[in-house]
């Protein structure tokens, strides 16, 4: 009976990550529209929860010393590089097109795994990256000769890119001997972000004024820094941490499929509040995006030793189950 207790409370916990995950873009684009530059955003954002964090980062102050490299990697690629990305991608293309091209990352993985590292993969993980590309396909509604700005799906593919090179570094990041604590992990890549995102976004060139102004949220005028409160405190802290216990008390592979659910928030929040309408083929097109994901994810080649391909058990055991991080 604990057992249950525990798996449901762990479930609770996955469901309001996975919203807290979806919100992220939806209160980010207002401030973006209201002047602020996509970087700017990002580092307010990883700032902010490197600063709450900071407790979590000096008690696990010896991950500096064990584990630089994992560090590292997930501060520039999971932290800057994936939201940097997807928040620039925000400025072009609608909240729900720009994460459902970063749910790409677990195909895109396997095919790092076939094409370089030369490794077979099954063949239902392969068919989990044909789903992916055909829903894709119809997310960006090709057949009207992709009316989606360019460089923002190619932002958002570069948001997916990301994910796919942190996930790499992570499948040679140790052994399952080695193991990083996850909030640890979490904390150091969030400072490695802040760090590398003040050299880019030069924050103090921003113009601070907006924070004290309001942002418009499809006709409904809101306090910038109620949205950017919401940003840091609740889609990045709260959705890291509760991601982290949520796969604690389940498994890293129902977490993850608890953690697909962040693409349908994120466009049914931004249906409503910002009133962007994705037609029926891009919402058959989502569908199919997020079940070939999983399928790819799921069926993943597990060879007799070492990590399972492009998910590696460090990543299990570190990490939230693999999602959009954004």
Request: with cysteine; net charge positive; proline share 6%.
């Amino acid at each position: 009976m604990r057992a249950s207790r525990g798996k449901s409370v762990g479930l609770g916990l996955a469901l309001v990550s996975a919203f807290a995950f979806g919100g992220s873009g939806v209160a980010a684009k207002p401030l973006i529209e209201a002047g602020l530059d996509p970087l700017a955003v990002v580092w307010l954002r990883v700032a902010g929860a490197a600063l709450v964090m900071l407790p979590v980062a000096w008690r696990h102050r010896a991950l500096v010393r064990r584990r630089p490299a994992l560090l590292i990697g997930f501060g520039l690629l999971a932290v800057a590089g994936v939201q940097a990305c997807y928040f620039a991608a925000l400025s072009r293309i609608p909240v729900g097109v720009a994460l459902l091209v970063e749910y790409l990352a677990p195909a895109l993985v396997l095919g790092w795994v076939r094409f370089v590292q030369r490794r077979p993969v099954t063949r239902a993980a392969a068919f989990g990256v044909v789903l992916a590309a055909g829903g894709l396909a119809c997310v960006v509604e090709v057949w009207s000769g992709l009316s989606f700005d360019a460089i923002g799906l190619l932002l958002a593919l570069g948001a997916a890119c990301c994910q796919v090179g942190y996930f790499v570094l992570s499948d040679h990041g140790g052994d399952g001997a080695d193991r990083a604590d996850p909030l640890g992990v979490i904390a150091y890549g969030l400072l490695v972000g802040t760090a590398l995102l003040t050299v880019i976004a030069r924050p103090w060139r921003m113009d601070w004024s907006l924070l004290a102004g309001r942002a418009d949220m499809n006709g409904t005028s809101v306090p910038a820094w109620l949205l950017l409160g919401w940003i840091v405190l609740i889609a990045t802290v709260v959705a890291y941490v509760f991601g982290v216990v949520s796969v604690r008390r389940l498994s890293p592979q129902v977490a993850g499929v608890v953690a697909c659910l962040e693409a349908v928030i994120a466009t049914v929040l931004a249906w409503v509040l910002l009133g962007e309408h994705l037609s029926a083929p891009q919402i058959v097109g989502g569908v199919v995006v997020l079940l070939g994901a999983f399928v790819a994810q799921s069926s993943a080649p597990k060879p007799p030793s070492g990590p399972v391909a492009g998910v590696s058990p460090t990543v299990e055991a570190e990490l939230p189950a693999p999602r959009s991080v954004t």
